[in-house]
Structure formats: C-alpha cells, structure tokens
C-alpha cells in the first residue's frame, strides 16, 4: 500500500467522532477611521506613511523620501524609476534595486498589512531583493480586519501573495529589535487620495 | 534525557537562569498587551479550537481535497509515512535537480525528522536562514525555543561566536552589527541556492495553498530565488476554507511575539514560471496520537510558543533541558507519545499551574494532558524508580488512616524538634532550595475530635 493509503487508513481508524464546523461569528467592525488606524499602526511597525492628494506626486514624494536611491525598480504605472521590473528579468539581478516600488491590492487598518498580488510585484523576489521598499496603495482599498480582508480577496486567484506589514525584521539576538533583517531595510506606504482608474 | 537533571545543572547560573526567566517574561508580556487590543480575543479562540477540532474529525477527507486542489494547480504533493521517508522524499527531489546548496527557513517538522544531517552526510550544504536558526546552526546546538530558537544566548556570545564563524570584529556584540553581518553573509547564500526548503504555518483544503509566515523575509528569498521550493508539512496543519486564516491569524502572531501580525504572510498557490513547487505531506507518529483520546487535542497546536513563554519550568530550565524538538508543556504532551521511554520525565516539568492552557490560541487543555500523561506513564513502568517507591510508600501510607496519623504526628514532632542539618539532610529533595512550612501544633483530625466533644 501506498504512504498515502497508509497515513489516510490511519487517519479513519483513529479520528475522533465528527465535531461541526463552527460558522464565523459577526466579528466586530473596527471602530474609527480606518485611515487614521492605518497610519498608527503603520508608524508602530516602523513603516513610513506618506499621504499625496493626486497620483501625480507619488513619484517626487518617493524621491524626496529616497533621495539617496540610485537604482530605483518600479513595478507601478505611477512611477519610472530608473528601470521597469519586467517579467523576462533574472530575479537575482534584482539584488542590486536600493528601491523598488509596487501597488498593493488592499490595507488592513487592525495591523498595517498589506496584500500585494503575484502580478503586481511582478517578481516574487522583488519586495525582499530590493534595499527598500514602497508599496502604493488607494486610500479606499483599507478594510477593518483580517476578517474583512479575507472575505473581500481570492487569495488564490494569482499564484502567490502576501501580506507586508512593515519592514523586514528581527528580534532573535536577546530581543533586541533591528529592522532590516534581510529583506527590506524600510518601507515607505504611499497612500493616494483620487482613483484615476 | 533527564529532565530534572538538565534543569539543575542550568539552575546552577543563577544570575542566568534569572536573566532567561525575565527574556521570556518579557515575550509573555508583550503577548497579554497584543490580546487586550483585541476585544473578541476570546470568541476567536473559541472559534480558533472548534474549527481545528472539526477539521481532526475530518483530516482524511481534508487531506485528499487539499492535495486534489494543489495538484490541479501544478503542485507536487508527496505523502511521507515518518521521518526516514520524509527525508528521503527530500534528498529525491534535490539529487533530481542535481541540488548541492539549499537554504532553509524555520520549520520545526524537519528539526524533528533531523533533516540537516540526513542531507549533509550525502554532501548537500544547507543552511538554516532565520537568524536565530542560523545562530544555533553555527553554534552546532538544537533551537532551544521554537519561535526564538536562540533565545539562550546572550549577545556577547553570538558576538564571539559571530568572530570565529565569520570574522566580525573581536568583542562586537551589538545586535545591529551582528544582524547586518548575517545579512551579508546569507544574502550570498540566497543568491546561491538552488533549492528552498520551508514549514507551512497553514494549508488550505479549499484552495489547495499554503500559507508561511516569517518576520525576516527569509522564507521569501529563498523559495522567489531558487528554482526548486520544497514546503514541509505535518498532516494536522490544515484548515477548511481561506476565511479561517482570518481567525487563526489574527491569533497567531499575537500570542508568539505579541505583534498584530507577522511582518510577511506569504500565500502559495502555483509555482512561479519555470519552478517546481513540492509538498511533502508527513505523519511521523501524528495518525497514532490522534487516536490516544486524551492527548488528540494536543495535535491542534499552532507552534506560537505561548505557553512556552509562559512556563515557569520553561522560563528556569531552558529549552535545552527538555531533550525534545519541541519543549515547554506543548511539547512535553507531544513528545512522550513519540517515545515515552525517552521522554519520560516531561509531563513531570510541570507545575501543573494551568498558565500554559489558559494562554493557549486554540485552547489546548495542556495541564491537564500533563497530568493524563504522568498516569500514562506510570502505569507503563515509565517512572524512575525512585518516583516509583515514594509514590509506593505514599499511597501505602494514605490508605492507612491509623498510619497516616502516626506519621503526621511524627513528621510535626521532628520538624518542630529536630536540627536543621537533619532535615535537610540529603533525602529532602523538597528542602533544597526552600524551607519547609512551620507545622502546625495539631492536625485537622485532633481539631475536629477535640471540638466535637465540646457541647
């Protein structure tokens, strides 16, 4: 008999007695703004929030927040960079982006997570490559909790995706914070006010 | 291993097992400040331990939906019967692809099927890239913690041992300066690798996907760069639908670190183009505790380290002491249905204080599977055998009323009257490291008889 058969017919002979599946219960909205929530927690996770009115100005904001950024990857139809981050692209040439810079599907105000899709990072690799990292996102797109973030995304309708919150980090040396462990040393979370789609 | 005996010699540091106890301390802290913010923290976790309840009743059918809707999605699934199997499946695949470099985020699955020995003894190099991993990799020790698995070194001696292994300054030991040296060192790894190995934190039945979680970004490196990604996971890390990840999120990070959520919570369906993706399904002893009634719950564990944190054993023993991949309570209910013999003195780490349940996300009973398991044991002749006489003599002694007073009566007169150096004679094991109570002048028996009388 096969392992599979093996570990199944394990499985029947000794689980326990049916049990249901509970039915979520109405969780509580968040209560408050979402946006101002967002910014909070954001700031606590040591990400940077900057706020612009028009899509326009996403661009000179990243620029005035990176002045230093030599090779800047963008995946974002707002902003050039200094190369786009095309799909045909060895991911490892990634490596030497001091900035790269994606949409993001979704905020969550509860924890400051953001949903960035397969397509919209266009490498995998690219959020965790790269120096620093700045994901845009449409002050519309935040939602309350995790529950709320679930019942409004696919999560398998791309390949891969991820919730980013915050800036890599690490506490494994006697608890003491470093960001930038080895992914990004920053994220910057550029918030827009106007839908231009 | 001997439990007791671990412990005492990591109590012979006071000054250290003291610092330990506040490192820890400090974590469970952080976890009681992340739960107030969450008003329903209670409904989740009750909702958290029904659905991992229903999904034990039904692991078989979940099992075959999840690997029905990952192979659809051009997903090797693999099934693996125990550790020896698990570990062959691995060293397949990666001698397939002609694989010599491997990096490998934290999965506490593959420390317990001893994976990295298995691979290097057929010369593949592999690396363990979450920081703490890689900590007690270059150390050569086991985690001892399976969220902050080098939670028992101090910085001075990562500093030194940072120097040896990779020429960081002599005397270095600020953590900033050490976490940028691995930075360095491991990024080359990762550009390097030609194939990634990674946990599952959860696996979608409804999806066929599964769901990392880590702080460093280190999962993500690995598995976006390499060609091969290899996600190990135990057959009781399923969940029915994507809405429970919601849940059990929104517990996890919580109640591990005390953050609102894990910096990166990856998400994997296909390969990306180009990659092979594989999930080896393993049991290694699971399907057997599933079926031991008392301890079946155990099997609901989510790996936050809750009640580790929280463990006033764990906290004065350190991880070490255990002798098992997983320690703390969780682990003491897990590892003795692995091999009781071995891990017998476990469900004895315990103060039976109920902490560990009480923090617990998916509301695990583990105190009282601690003491489940000390029945199990002994009645299996597990106990040592000097347990085994003074629970011999104790329960001969408590089913004598006439006795057991005599020897109350004894036990108050000596220690009234006896030296101190009598007393704490070496047969005290209770005395060593606290006084007794003073005795009381009479027991509970005399009173009652006395006042009786009295009209």
């Given at each position: 008999?096969?392992?599979?058969?093996?570990?199944?017919?394990?499985?029947?002979?000794?689980?326990?007695?049916?049990?249901?599946?509970?039915?979520?219960?109405?969780?509580?909205?968040?209560?408050?703004?979402?946006?101002?929530?967002?910014?909070?927690i954001?700031?606590?996770?040591?990400?940077?929030?900057?706020?612009?009115?028009?899509?326009?100005?996403?661009?000179?904001?990243?620029?005035?927040?990176?002045?230093?950024c030599?090779?800047?990857?963008?995946?974002?139809?707002?902003?050039?960079?200094?190369?786009?981050?095309?799909?045909?692209?060895?991911?490892?040439t990634?490596?030497?982006?001091?900035?790269?810079?994606?949409?993001?599907?979704?905020?969550?105000?509860?924890n400051?997570?953001?949903?960035?899709?397969?397509?919209?990072?266009?490498?995998?690799?690219?959020?965790?490559?790269?120096?620093?990292?700045?994901?845009?996102?449409?002050?519309?797109?935040l939602v309350?909790t995790?529950?709320?973030?679930?019942?409004?995304?696919?999560i398998?309708?791309?390949?891969?995706?991820?919730?980013?919150?915050?800036?890599?980090?690490?506490?494994?040396i006697?608890?003491?914070?470093?960001?930038?462990?080895?992914?990004?040393?920053?994220?910057?979370?550029?918030?827009?006010?106007?839908?231009?789609? | 291993?001997?439990?007791?005996?671990?412990?005492?010699?990591?109590?012979?540091?006071?000054?250290?097992?003291e610092?330990?106890?506040?490192?820890?301390w400090?974590?469970?802290?952080?976890?009681?400040?992340?739960?107030?913010?969450?008003?329903?923290?209670?409904i989740?976790?009750?909702?958290?331990?029904?659905?991992?309840?229903?999904?034990?009743?039904?692991?078989?059918?979940?099992l075959?939906?999840?690997?029905?809707?990952?192979?659809?999605?051009?997903?090797?699934?693999?099934?693996?019967?125990?550790?020896?199997?698990?570990?062959?499946?691995?060293?397949?695949?990666?001698?397939?692809?002609?694989?010599?470099?491997?990096?490998?985020?934290?999965?506490?699955?593959?420390?317990?099927?001893?994976?990295?020995?298995?691979?290097?003894?057929?010369?593949?190099?592999?690396?363990?890239?979450?920081?703490?991993?890689?900590?007690?990799?270059?150390?050569?020790?086991?985690?001892?913690?399976?969220?902050?698995?080098?939670?028992?070194?101090?910085?001075?001696?990562?500093?030194?041992?940072?120097?040896?292994?990779?020429?960081?300054?002599?005397?270095?030991?600020?953590?900033?300066?050490?976490?940028?040296?691995?930075?360095?060192?491991?990024r080359?790894?990762?550009?390097?690798?030609?194939?990634?190995?990674?946990?599952?934190n959860?696996?979608i039945?409804?999806?066929?996907?599964?769901?990392?979680?880590?702080?460093?970004?280190?999962?993500?490196?690995?598995?976006?760069?390499?060609?091969?990604?290899?996600?190990?996971?135990?057959?009781?890390?399923?969940?029915?639908?994507?809405?429970?990840?919601g849940?059990?999120?929104?517990?996890?990070?919580?109640?591990?670190?005390?953050?609102?959520l894990?910096?990166?919570?990856?998400?994997?369906?296909?390969?990306?183009?180009?990659?092979?993706?594989?999930?080896?399904?393993?049991?290694?002893?699971?399907?057997?505790?599933?079926?031991r009634?008392?301890?079946?719950?155990?099997?609901?564990?989510?790996?936050?380290?809750?009640?580790?944190?929280?463990?006033?054993?764990?906290?004065?023993?350190?991880g070490?002491?255990?002798?098992?991949?997983?320690?703390?309570?969780?682990?003491?209910?897990?590892?003795?249905?692995?091999?009781?013999?071995?891990?017998?003195?476990?469900?004895?780490?315990?103060?039976l204080?109920?902490?560990?349940?009480?923090?617990?996300?998916?509301?695990?009973?583990?105190?009282?599977?601690?003491?489940q398991?000390r029945?199990?044991?002994?009645?299996?002749?597990?106990?040592?055998?000097?347990?085994?006489?003074?629970?011999?003599?104790?329960?001969?002694?408590?089913?004598?009323?006439?006795?057991?007073?005599?020897?109350?009566?004894?036990?108050?007169?000596?220690?009234?009257?006896?030296?101190?150096?009598?007393?704490?004679?070496?047969?005290?094991?209770?005395?060593?490291?606290?006084?007794?109570?003073?005795?009381?002048?009479?027991?509970?028996?005399?009173?009652?008889?006395?006042?009786?009388?009295?009209?």
């Amino acid at each position: 008999m096969s392992s599979r058969d093996d570990i199944l017919k394990a499985i029947r002979q000794n689980k326990p007695a049916p049990a249901a599946l509970p039915a979520l219960p109405g969780f509580p909205p968040v209560t408050g703004d979402l946006v101002t929530l967002f910014k909070d927690i954001l700031e606590e996770i040591s990400a940077q929030v900057v706020e612009v009115d028009d899509v326009s100005a996403i661009a000179s904001a990243l620029a005035t927040r990176y002045p230093n950024c030599e090779h800047v990857g963008s995946a974002s139809e707002y902003v050039a960079g200094t190369q786009r981050v095309e799909e045909g692209d060895d991911p490892h040439t990634l490596a030497m982006l001091d900035l790269f810079v994606c949409e993001g599907t979704l905020g969550v105000a509860e924890n400051g997570a953001i949903w960035v899709r397969d397509s919209q990072m266009v490498h995998r690799a690219a959020p965790f490559l790269t120096q620093h990292l700045a994901l845009v996102l449409h002050k519309g797109a935040l939602v309350g909790t995790m529950h709320d973030a679930y019942a409004r995304l696919q999560i398998d309708e791309e390949g891969f995706g991820i919730f980013i919150a915050g800036p890599s980090k690490t506490a494994d040396i006697e608890q003491s914070l470093v960001i930038g462990a080895h992914g990004p040393r920053s994220l910057t979370v550029v918030l827009y006010e106007e839908n231009q789609a | 291993m001997n439990h007791p005996v671990a412990a005492a010699q990591f109590n012979e540091d006071v000054a250290r097992t003291e610092w330990h106890d506040q490192a820890l301390w400090f974590v469970r802290e952080k976890r009681d400040a992340a739960m107030r913010q969450v008003p329903e923290w209670e409904i989740l976790r009750e909702t958290a331990s029904q659905i991992k309840d229903h999904v034990l009743s039904r692991l078989d059918d979940y099992l075959i939906e999840f690997e029905a809707h990952a192979q659809a999605n051009d997903v090797r699934v693999h099934w693996a019967r125990d550790a020896v199997e698990h570990n062959q499946i691995v060293f397949d695949i990666l001698q397939k692809h002609q694989v010599t470099r491997v990096v490998k985020s934290k999965s506490m699955l593959t420390e317990e099927c001893h994976l990295n020995p298995f691979l290097e003894q057929r010369g593949i190099e592999i690396v363990d890239t979450d920081l703490g991993e890689w900590i007690v990799q270059l150390a050569d020790e086991p985690p001892s913690h399976i969220v902050m698995p080098a939670i028992h070194f101090k910085k001075e001696e990562i500093g030194v041992l940072f120097h040896q292994k990779l020429g960081t300054e002599a005397g270095a030991s600020d953590p900033a300066y050490l976490t940028e040296a691995a930075r360095q060192h491991l990024r080359a790894r990762f550009l390097a690798a030609e194939a990634a190995i990674t946990g599952v934190n959860f696996a979608i039945a409804e999806t066929g996907g599964f769901v990392v979680v880590t702080n460093e970004g280190n999962a993500d490196l690995g598995v976006h760069l390499a060609p091969v990604h290899i996600a190990c996971m135990g057959i009781e890390k399923l969940i029915p639908r994507a809405e429970h990840l919601g849940v059990f999120l929104r517990l996890l990070a919580r109640s591990a670190t005390g953050q609102a959520l894990s910096v990166y919570t990856s998400h994997f369906h296909r390969p990306r183009a180009g990659s092979e993706l594989h999930v080896v399904i393993v049991d290694n002893g699971r399907s057997v505790q599933l079926g031991r009634e008392a301890f079946r719950t155990s099997l609901k564990c989510i790996r936050c380290g809750a009640c580790i944190n929280t463990c006033p054993i764990y906290r004065r023993s350190g991880g070490h002491s255990y002798g098992a991949t997983v320690p703390g309570p969780i682990g003491s209910i897990l590892s003795p249905g692995i091999d009781p013999k071995k891990h017998r003195t476990l469900p004895f780490a315990s103060t039976l204080c109920g902490s560990c349940s009480d923090v617990c996300p998916v509301k695990i009973d583990i105190h009282k599977q601690l003491f489940q398991w000390r029945q199990v044991l002994a009645s299996e002749g597990h106990l040592a055998p000097s347990k085994r006489r003074a629970m011999r003599l104790t329960g001969w002694v408590f089913a004598r009323p006439r006795t057991y007073r005599v020897v109350g009566r004894l036990a108050r007169w000596a220690l009234r009257r006896l030296p101190r150096f009598l007393i704490y004679a070496r047969w005290n094991r209770w005395g060593r490291a606290r006084d007794l109570p003073e005795p009381p002048r009479y027991s509970f028996h005399d009173w009652y008889l006395k006042h009786r009388r009295t009209p």
